[in-house]
């Protein structure tokens, strides 16, 4: 079953601006997907008719086999969850815990159950000590964070993020991106709108481009890159990796190759392809997501034992790895761009120990599969529990 279905939607609104136009288009569960359009071009507009925001002046949106209807948003809303642009729209009670529970409270759920609920969207986006702060003193990705707890905390399967990284800081974005990954890798559906090209070409599985409120095109990150023209009619820019390739290319410091690089390390590659060195390994160390009990499910003296191999680099994807290195006393070398990193010290020879929560642990091993088949390199990666 589809996730996301829109057929045929079109918007205006009571000025008569056109904001969408006869948009189509099919989001997989389970899926990273991205809606990338300049500012303008409809990506909120859309987003607010996946929950019932907004109904359809023309046309159907249907969720997960469903047609939204007026008589059924209380069941929409249970299914996706909707994180604003601006978490000051978003977040309204004197606490963060009180807004956090507000949603299951609305759900006709035993008190029980709306506390183990907030507690574990506090804990999985890593901000329990911010629980009796006033939302008005947070940090804008605090802010952030305790938005997308008191969407968590209804437990959407399909989570709709507007312009998730909008305003933030390096770290607070790529903590942002971690979070979007750890929901995707528990098999929730993920949909971001953004105009950061960067972003969509390394996160998305699939891209919409949307301009002008008309979808001009889909496919996965390579096929829309690729087309240049394509990207400037949509007045955007093509990614940085992209346009550096470019350069590089027109200034002959590499023959041209088929490939288009969306990450430094593909960049890369094309530069040193022909290289060969020995390859040190990523070991992959699992540790169970918030729902599977977090650290707690895990042995410490078996973790003890998996840091006595003594690797060059650690790093820690998730919430719950991260809580794990703490407690063993490590610091992590990486804890953000984690995969790439890794991959990247294994290349210059280096051993690397990743602590991953939950399913992120199958991503660090796609990922380093995937670059094994793309580059023609052996990397080495063990799964040690």
């Known amino acids: 079953m589809h996730a996301i279905e829109v057929y045929n939607l079109s918007y205006s609104y009571p000025d008569g601006t056109h904001a969408l136009t006869d948009v189509n288009l099919t ?3 389970g899926k990273k997907t991205a809606i990338l359009g300049p500012n303008g071009s409809g990506k909120s507009t859309l987003f607010y008719h996946l929950n019932g925001i907004f109904l359809p002046q023309k046309g159907e949106v249907i969720i997960k086999g469903e047609s939204i209807t007026k008589k059924n948003l209380d069941w ?3 299914k996706v969850g909707l994180v ?11 606490t963060v815990w009180d807004d956090i529970i507000f949603g299951p409270g609305n759900l006709g759920l035993n008190y029980d159950e709306i506390r183990m609920r907030g507690e574990q969207a506090l ?5 329990s000590e911010l629980k009796d702060k006033n939302p008005d003193n947070l940090s804008g990705g605090e802010k952030k964070k305790a938005a997308i707890a008191g969407i968590l905390a209804m437990e959407p399967d399909i989570l709709v993020f507007d312009e998730p990284t909008a305003g933030l800081d390096p770290k607070s974005t790529s903590e942002i991106v971690e979070i979007m990954d750890e929901l995707a890798s528990d098999g929730r559906t993920i949909i971001i709108s953004t105009h950061d090209v960067d972003l969509a070409s390394t996160w998305a599985d699939e891209i919409f481009l949307l301009n002008r409120g008309r979808v001009y095109a889909s496919g996965n990150p390579a096929e829309i890159f690729t087309d240049e023209e394509r990207i400037k009619t949509a007045k955007l820019k093509s990614p940085i990796i992209v346009r550096t390739h470019r350069e590089f290319e027109a200034h002959g410091i590499y023959r041209k190759v088929n490939r288009i690089p969306l990450r430094v ?6 530069l040193n392809g022909s290289k060969k060195r020995e390859s040190g390994e990523i070991w992959v ?11 707690d499910a895990v042995d410490p003296d078996r973790l003890k034992e998996v840091f006595e191999l003594n690797p060059d680099k650690t790093g820690a994807m998730g919430t719950s790895a991260k809580e794990c290195a703490k407690m063993l006393g490590i610091e992590c070398d990486f804890e953000s761009d984690v995969i790439d990193s890794a991959i990247s010290e294994a290349i210059r020879g280096g051993n690397v120990l990743v602590f991953a929560s ?10 380093v599969e ?12 063990e799964r040690l529990i």
């Not at 604003?84 to 004197?94: E, I, T, Y």
């Not at 804990?123 to 901000?127: A, Q």
């Not at 995937?370 to 990666?381: A, L, M, P």
């Open 27 to 29: 989001v997989e569960e």
């Open 76 to 78: 929409i809303r249970s």
């Open 265 to 270: 390390l593909d960049l890369v590659e094309n």
């Open 285 to 295: 160390v699992r540790i169970p997501g918030m729902k599977e009990g977090g650290v």
């Open 123 to 127: 804990m999985m986006l890593g901000i």
């Open 358 to 367: 939950g399913g992120m642990s199958d991503l660090v091993s796609r990922r």
């Open 84 to 94: 604003f642009q601006d978490p000051d729209d978003q977040l309204f009670a004197p």
């Open 370 to 381: 995937e670059y094994n088949r793309k580059s023609g390199k052996t990397i080495r990666w």
